[in-house]
Nanobody, 124 residues
Framework: VQLQASGGGLVQTGGFLRLSCEAS????????VGWFRQAPGKEREFVAA????????VYADSVKGRFTMSKDNVKNTVYLEMNSLKPEDTAVYYC??????????????????WGQGTLVTVSS
């Protein structure tokens, strides 16, 4: 499966962005999908994930209540809506697929297909 992330950009503190991750090659309806981010000089960290059915989501504590992840199996796309953005949300955001059925996973090592990333910059 190939993943194409988009939607990043420059936004002011308190602003909104919606990231998209479009898949090709395979249907996302079979896979759990995660969003991760990596800020300069920091390790890649978990942001959110959605189950293969799309019925369950989990979020990092740092984004809970501000970010919402959803999945459109018809469009073969997942989304990450980001509200009330903060400067500490600045990072390259990556979507990734977990092609092994099971519980939602939070570790990058558990995801085996990755998109190229999209940069989100939040100015103070």
């Amino acid at each position: 499966v190939q993943l194409q992330a988009s939607g990043g950009g420059l936004v002011q503190t308190g602003g909104f962005l919606r990231l998209s991750c479009e898949a090709s090659g395979r249907t996302l309806s079979l896979y759990g999908v995660g969003w991760f981010r990596q800020a300069p000089g920091k390790e890649r960290e978990f942001v959110a994930a959605i189950s293969w059915r799309g019925s369950s989501t989990v979020y990092a504590d740092s984004v809970k209540g501000r970010f919402t992840m959803s999945k459109d199996n018809v469009k073969n796309t997942v989304y990450l809506e980001m509200n009330s953005l903060k400067p500490e949300d600045t990072a390259v955001y990556y979507c990734a697929v977990d092609s092994f059925l099971g519980s939602i996973k939070r570790r990058p090592i558990d995801y085996d297909h990755w998109g190229q990333g999209t940069l989100v910059t939040v100015s103070s």
